[in-house]
Structures are given as structure tokens and as C-alpha cells.
């Protein structure tokens, strides 16, 4: 999903390029609070290991084989901070080094790849991670379901993006089911190596799964031969926490889906507004077309099937709409949150 | 410890005791004192708990209980600069202490950190790098070395910061006999405080006159090295095993 | 990837190209293909010149045009997107080898083609010119978050660690007898990708160690200052400044 040079025109290009800088500013200051002075040394060796994992490629099909993007696996294990610093560099990284991804399109490719994946996958992981029992299975089932939206998600960004600033006018539709079937295709992959990923990590060092802290288990302190429990460092998942932060977290899962599965339904037929104006000949495009196209019947056909697949458009863009949102509240939501950690840990000492 | 010591010592360890977060405790009480310009190894079976010993010493790790002093000056908070300047840690795989792109910059990365700019940088740079042998290697990057070549390299990273005391952790690990030698030929000639953590027997025996066996984190022996080599019992005791055929009764040592 | 690969990318010879410092290369190639993006596409002729520049740079900087055109090769999965163009683009249709197609795509594809080789080039070129370490003190010569440049850095050093250690495991693995040929092989792959990241955690843990050790505390030393004289600026700004008149002619004839 490299986008080249010329192939978003200039000002959506340079617009990306201050979302992703805007998005990487803010990650930098976040960073220092996922990983403390251990940022750099750390972030950089999970960047060198996105850029091997990237070359781990995993046989989908006959012949055919897909490659981790890592965006999820990078957020899950590090933290969504890191992970859009790592994702970031590697991208930059690839596009001067090996000419993959133009250097102008950097912006686009940092928004696509690196934000919105890390973003929508950590923001689900998150929010299922709440819902769900606190096991380690259903932290690897998080990561899975993650995973698999984070990559369509991406698709659907970049269709949004062609949709405002591509060079060529390609019917949307058409773009966006090609992005997304294949994109599809490769989520399912993409979600079945981080689940199991994440899942083989938690099995062995549980500590070093950023979205799994919280699930291990109380500590014990040796004092001149006897076991000690040790004072709770991190919150141990208290019933209590689960109730205040789970309510808003059900409410935001719940949504996500619905306004996804919601979309999808709607978009089965087509957006009655869209018909009606399609029939009354109001839709400018038709009209366009009309005038244009020789071969009236054929691109009667061609008109119908357009329209089905720029309502499925309008639902998917929806969805992936709803996800950013969503994710965004549930980011600024965590920001909140964070400063007054310790205090929060301590109540729940308390409790 | 029945060692005669200088005035201000280089080490001065005294009823060190660690406990990890996790709760496994390390180290239970450890003393130890090594007088400047001495070389000393430390000998113990894994999970000893040699490694947290050492990372004690520059600071990394909080004393739970007990005080560690480098050359008089007590390893504290609003030390810590200076005590890492002065314990000059060498640890076991080079990979994780060279980090820098090219190996000038990785020997200047600690000189760097504490101020030096310029030709003096510079001249800290090549000095080190002279002392093992390795200034024809200035510009190039770490990963391109032998391994030997970056154990040695990593010496000089240390080197470059004029330490007080160097402390090397396996410093013979995964050397061929070739490089094996040539390091020792370079730690003899610093004129430098050695603390050696070793499972290298005939290495301890050749570089240390002196000798500590670390055991169940407490200091169990200490001894000239020939005597504890050859104290069976003792070594039996503490898992230590000296490679077949190797008689340390045979060794004469030049000091 | 990593250091292991771009030392290949880099040619070591001599060249004016070669000596120029990173940040004005760096600028160079960035506005030039900022240029060539903002050229109209229906200039063919101004893509035909900014190949010719493009041509005499690699010249000048004595990359052979074999070694240029094998490394283009990244770009064969937009060239696919490429040529679907005229074929999904809906519009006036005209006749293309008995086939029928239609213009804009033809344009559209003609766009994405020259204006992404045209890209990929001038990388290529600046890749196999400038070394990774001075490509790294070029970005943060430009100001580049100090914080972005080190965790590049650390990425380049580890970069072959790290594909070392995995394909040690994965020779581990083949020489037991695994050969990854479906998707039910995803779970033992999974595994290895599990291990590696707990393997490059722990690295930056103890290489951080290593740092603090050396007194790091939050930000690396200056060791060295990259600096480029009027000339070297001069230089390096030739390709883009040509592409930009070449640019403004596509515009106004």
C-alpha cells in the first residue's frame, strides 16, 4: 500500500503530511510517557523489528503470500505512541533507502499506515480488552479482531483520501472495493500472525505486552527466607475499575459495531436519496456521464452498479469514519486519564 | 577481607542486598573491596547473582540494603554522573554495547555524554581506540566487525571515559584463542582497576592474581585465584569446574 | 532490510554527487520530485526532460543505468494499478491496440507511471549516493525530532541483528523439518515473530543499559556537525531549480 509520487495530487499531499506530522508531534510526547528514557533504544529496536517482521512473509494462498504491516502488532506490544513512531520511522526509512513509497506521498503513507493502523487497532484492542474477561486468551482475541479492522480501516482511509485528492478520476466505488476486498484478504492474515504473536509473547513475558498490562499476578517479596506479598505496583484489574471505565467502553464497542454492521446493511441497496436523485436526474454525475458517454445502454448498466458501490461507499467511509472518531475520543479519553495514574492506582489500592 | 587496602579504594562494597521487583531476591549481604589498580575475579555459578552485582556498581540497580562506594565516592542519586563516568561497564555481548552507527562515534558516545567536545573528543577517541589496537577501524560501522574486534572495541567505549575501575562481564565469552589472547595481552597493559565476572577459569587464573566466588549472593571465598583453583572442595561447593586437563598446580604465575 | 541491505543500496565510489553533504541532497531530491509532482501531465515533454536530468545526475554521480533501472523494480506493484487504469476509468473510449480503453485513464495511468519512476529514481539516486550514517546527521541536520532521528538510528544499527537472529530461526526451524506452505503453518510463524520481538525488547533494554552505563540520560551527545558551503548548496540545487523552470514552461506553454 506504498502510494508513489503523482499519485495524490499536491495539496491533499501536503495536508496528509501535516496530519501525519501533527499525529507523530503528539506521539513523541507520548512516547515519553509509554516507555520513559528507554524511548529511543526501545522504539528503535521495535522499528528494526516492524522492518524483519515485514519480511516475514506468510502463505496465503496457492503461490501467493502477504506480509505483515504491523501497525497493530507494533501498537498492541508498545503502545500506540510508539507504535506511530516506529511505524513512521520505518516508513520514511523505506521510502528514502529503498524508493518505496514517494517522498512526497510521506504524509499520505504515514496517516494510512502508520496512524490509522496503530490508531483503530489499538483503540479496538482497548476497548474489547475492557469488555472481555480479563484472560489471556481474550487478549489475544482482542488483538485478532484488531488487527483484522485496522488494515480495511487503512483501506478505506486511503479511499477517502484518493476520493478528495486523486489524480485520476477513478469511479470511488471501484477503488474502494478493490482496496478494501484485497485489503480484507489481507487483515484476515494480518490478524491471525498478531493474535498469535501477541498471544505467543503474553505466554512468555506477559510484562512486555503493552496492552496486556494489568493481567499478571500479585507479587511476593523474599525477606530473610519468608514470603512477603509485595505492594501492588500496577492496578491488578480490580472489579471496581472494570465497572466505572467499562460502562463508557461497552457503550463505545457497542457503537462501533452497530454503526458498522448498520452501514454495511444500508449500503446492500442503494441510499434512497441517491436514487431519487439518480432517477430524477439530478445527480450531477449521471448527468456527466449522460452527456459524455456514447453507448447509452451500457452505461445505464454501468451507472446502476456505480451507484450500489458509492452507497457501499458512503458505509464503509461511515465505519471507517465512526472508527477515527471513536478512537479519537477514546485516545483523549486515555490522555485524561493518564496524568492522574497514580492517584488512580492508589485508590484502587484503597478499594 | 583480609586484603591489605590502599587508602581510598577503588570498590568499596559493604552488606549489599537486592531484591528484584518480581520478588526474587539476588544478592544477600555482599562485601567486598578492591584496592586500586588490583585485578580481581569474580567466580560464580550462574544466577549467582554476578550480573546484579555488578549493575550496583554504576548505580543501574538501587541498593535495597548495604552501600557501594567507587573510589571513596558513595553510588547516590545526585552522584550518579560521576559514578558512571568512573565504573566503566563492559558488558557480555558487544551488540548491546555498541550501539552507535560507526565505531569513533560509539567510542565518543560516553566522553560525549559527559561534556568533552572538539579535539579533545577527538584525542580521547584515538587514545582509547590505540589502547586496543583498533584505530584503523574508526570509521567503520560496529556491525561490520569480527567479534573479537568488538569486544574489543567495547573495551575502548569504557576506556575512552578514564575509569576509576573496569568491570568486564565475561569478557572471554565466544572468543576464538587468538582473540582470546590479544584481549588479555590488552587488559594487562591498562593501567587500570580490573573487576573480571568470569566462568573462564585458566582466564581468571592468567589476569587475576586475586579471586572472589560469588555464591547464592553472598561472597563465599576469597583468595588468591591459584589457591581457590585448586581448593576442590571448595570449588566442587560452588559448581565451578576447571576444563579438562587444566591443573591450575601447574600454572606459575609472573606475579 | 536494515543496514545489511542498504549497504548494497549504497555504490562506494567517488563522485561530485557523493560529496555533497546529506541535507542539501536531501533537500534536492524532496523539491525536485515536489516539482515534477506539480507538473501537468499532459507536458509530456517536461517528463521527458526531467528523466534526461535525472539521467545526468546518475551520470554524474557514475551510477551505471543497469544498477538504476534493476532498483525501479520497487515500483511493479503500482505499475499493475497502472495499466487497470484505462480500463476502470470511465470516459471517452478510443481504440488502443484493437482494445478499447478509455482517455483519462490512459492520462491518469501516464501520470501515476511517469511521476512515480520519476520519484523512485531520484531516491534511488540519492540512496546510492549518500551513506545511511550521513543520510541520518543530513535528517537531523534539517530538523528532524532528535528523538525520530535516534530511533532511526538504533532501527539502522539492529536492523541486521535483528534479520540475523530471525533468520537463524528460521533456518532453526527448517532444519526440523518445517516448510512454511499454508496457512496452517501461520501459528509456528506467529511463534517466531513472538520470539524475535521478546528478543529485540530485551536487546533495547540491555543496549540501554549499555547507554546509561556511558552516562546517556534522555538525549545523545553532538559528536559530529554536518555543515555545507554557498557552493555545495549551489550545486545540489541545480537539478531542482531546472526542474522548476521546466516545470513553469510545462504551465505556461
Not at chain 2, 117 to 141: D, I, K, S, W
Amino acid at each position: 500500500m506504498h502510494v508513489p509520487d503523482g499519485f495524490i495530487d499536491a495539496p491533499v499531499s501536503a495536508a496528509a503530511g501535516v496530519v501525519a506530522a501533527g499525529a507523530v508531534a503528539v506521539s513523541l510526547r507520548g512516547a515519553r510517557r509509554e516507555l520513559d528514557e528507554r524511548t529511543a533504544p526501545l522504539a528503535g529496536l521495535v522499528a528494526a523489528f516492524i522492518f524483519a517482521v515485514q519480511m516475514l512473509n506468510f502463505p496465503v494462498a496457492a503461490g501467493t503470500s502477504g506480509h505483515l504491516l504491523g501497525g497493530a502488532l507494533a501498537a498492541i506490544l508498545v503502545g500506540p505512541y510508539t507504535g506511530v513512531l516506529c511505524i513512521s520511522v520505518v516508513l520514511l526509512m523505506q521510502g528514502i533507502l529503498f524508493a518505496d513509497g514517494g517522498l512526497t506521498a510521506l504524509g499520505v503513507n504515514i496517516t494510512v499506515m502508520g496512524v490509522t493502523t496503530t490508531v483503530v487497532s489499538y483503540a479496538l484492542f482497548r476497548g474489547l480488552a475492557t469488555v472481555l474477561p480479563r484472560t489471556r486468551r481474550s487478549t489475544t482475541a482482542a488483538a485478532f479482531v484488531a488487527a483484522l479492522i485496522s488494515v480495511p480501516a487503512a483501506a478505506c482511509v486511503f479511499t477517502l483520501i484518493y476520493w478528495i485528492g486523486g489524480t485520476t478520476d477513478i469511479p470511488i466505488g471501484k477503488v474502494l472495493t478493490a482496496m478494501v476486498g484485497v485489503h480484507i484478504l489481507i487483515g484476515i492474515g494480518e490478524a491471525v500472525i498478531t493474535g498469535l504473536t501477541v498471544g505467543a509473547v503474553i505466554a512468555v513475558r506477559p510484562d512486555l505486552v503493552h496492552g496486556a498490562r494489568g493481567l499478571t499476578s500479585p507479587l511476593k517479596l523474599r525477606i530473610g527466607g519468608e514470603l512477603v506479598d509485595a505492594p501492588a505496583r500496577r492496578s491488578v484489574a480490580p472489579a471496581a475499575a472494570r465497572s466505572t471505565r467499562g460502562l463508557w467502553a461497552t457503550g463505545l464497542v457497542t457503537a462501533l459495531v452497530l454503526a458498522g454492521f448498520v452501514s454495511f446493511y444500508a449500503s446492500a441497496n442503494p441510499d434512497g436519496l441517491e436514487k431519487v436523485a439518480a432517477d430524477k436526474g439530478i445527480d450531477k454525475r449521471v448527468e456527466e456521464h449522460a452527456a459524455k458517454d456514447s453507448p447509452l445502454a451500457d452505461y445505464g448498466v454501468k451507472d446502476i452498479s456505480d451507484e450500489r458501490l458509492s452507497g457501499g461507499l458512503a458505509g464503509v467511509i461511515g465505519v471507517g469514519a465512526t472508527i477515527v472518531v471513536g478512537s479519537g475520543v477514546f485516545w483523549a479519553v486515555r490522555r485524561r486519564r493518564t496524568p492522574d495514574a497514580a492517584a488512580d492506582i492508589r485508590t484502587k489500592e484503597a478499594v | 577481607m583480609s586484603k591489605p587496602t590502599a587508602p581510598a579504594p577503588s570498590l568499596e562494597v559493604s552488606g549489599l542486598a537486592y531484591a528484584y521487583p518480581d520478588g526474587h531476591q539476588a544478592l544477600f549481604g555482599v562485601n567486598l573491596t578492591v584496592a586500586r589498580g588490583e585485578r580481581v575475579a569474580l567466580l560464580g555459578p550462574n544466577g549467582a547473582g554476578k550480573t546484579t552485582l555488578v549493575l550496583h556498581l554504576n548505580g543501574i540497580l538501587d541498593a535495597g540494603a548495604g552501600t557501594v562506594r567507587v573510589a571513596g565516592l558513595p553510588v547516590e542519586k545526585h552522584n550518579l554522573a560521576e559514578i558512571r563516568r568512573r565504573v566503566g561497564i563492559v558488558f557480555q555481548d558487544p551488540d548491546d554495547q555498541l550501539f552507535m552507527p560507526t565505531v569513533r562515534e560509539d567510542v565518543a558516545f560516553g566522553p560525549a555524554a559527559s561534556g568533552l567536545r572538539g579535539a579533545e573528543l577527538e584525542e580521547r577517541v584515538t587514545e582509547a581506540l590505540r589502547q586496543v589496537g583498533m584505530e584503523e577501524y574508526a570509521n567503520r560501522p560496529p556491525h561490520h566487525l569480527s567479534f573479537g574486534q568488538r569486544r574489543r572495541v567495547a573495551v575502548a567505549t569504557v576506556l575512552a571515559m578514564r575509569p576509576e575501575i573496569l568491570v568486564l562481564d565475561e569478557p572471554s565469552s565466544n572468543l576464538d584463542p587468538a582473540s582470546r589472547r590479544e584481549l588479555a595481552d590488552i587488559l594487562r597493559s591498562l593501567d587500570v582497576t580490573v573487576l573480571m565476572v568470569t566462568h573462564d577459569l585458566p582466564y581468571a587464573l592468567e589476569l587475576c592474581p586475586r579471586a572472589v566466588i560469588l555464591s547464592e549472593g553472598a561472597i563465599a571465598a576469597d583468595n588468591r585465584t591459584q589457591d581457590l583453583l585448586c581448593d576442590e572442595e571448595l570449588m566442587r561447593a560452588h559448581r565451578l569446574e576447571l576444563p579438562f586437563g587444566f591443573d591450575p598446580r601447574s600454572v606459575t604465575m609472573g606475579v | 532490510m536494515g543496514a545489511g541491505h542498504a549497504h548494497k543500496l549504497y555504490r562506494h565510489v567517488h563522485s561530485p554527487v557523493h560529496d555533497l553533504p546529506p541535507h542539501c541532497k536531501l533537500t534536492a531530491v524532496f523539491s525536485f520530485v515536489l516539482v515534477v509532482v506539480l507538473t501537468p501531465r499532459e507536458a509530456v515533454w517536461a517528463f521527458a526532460l526531467y528523466a534526461v536530468l535525472l539521467a545526468g545526475v546518475a551520470a554524474v554521480a557514475r551510477i551505471p543505468a543497469a544498477f538504476l533501472l534493476k532498483r525501479l523494480l520497487i515500483e511493479v506493484p503500482f505499475v499493475a494499478f497502472a495499466v487497470l487504469m484505462p480500463f476502470v476509468v470511465p470516459g471517452e473510449q478510443t481504440e488502443l491496440l484493437g482494445v478499447s480503453v478509455s482517455v483519462p485513464g490512459l492520462w491518469g495511468a501516464w501520470n501515476v507511471l511517469a511521476k512515480g519512476t520519476l520519484g523512485v529514481a531520484a531516491s534511488v539516486i540519492l540512496a546510492s549516493t549518500t551513506e545511511l550514517r550521513s543520510l541520518l546527521l543530513g535528517l537531523q541536520r534539517l530538523k528532524l525530532p532528535p528523538m525520530l532521528v535516534q530511533i532511526a538510528s538504533f532501527m539502522i544499527r539492529y536492523g541486521d541483528v535483528i534479520t540475523g537472529e530471525m533468520r537463524r530461526m528460521s533456518i532453526a526451524r527448517r532444519s526440523r523439518g518445517f516448510e512454511a506452505r499454508g496457512v496452517r503453518q501461520w501459528g509456528v510463524l506467529a511463534k517466531s515473530a513472538g520470539a524475535l520481538f521478546i528478543r529485540s525488547y530485551e536487546r533495547g533494554e540491555r543496549v540501554h543499559l549499555a547507554m546509561v552505563s556511558r552516562g546517556y540520560a534522555g538525549s545523545m551527545p553532538v559528536i559530529d556537525e554536518v555543515t555545507a558551503s554557498r557552493t555545495q548548496w549551489a550545486h545540489a540545487s541545480a537539478l531542482p531549480v531546472l526542474a522548476l523552470v521546466i516545470c513553469l514552461l510545462g504551465w505556461t506553454v
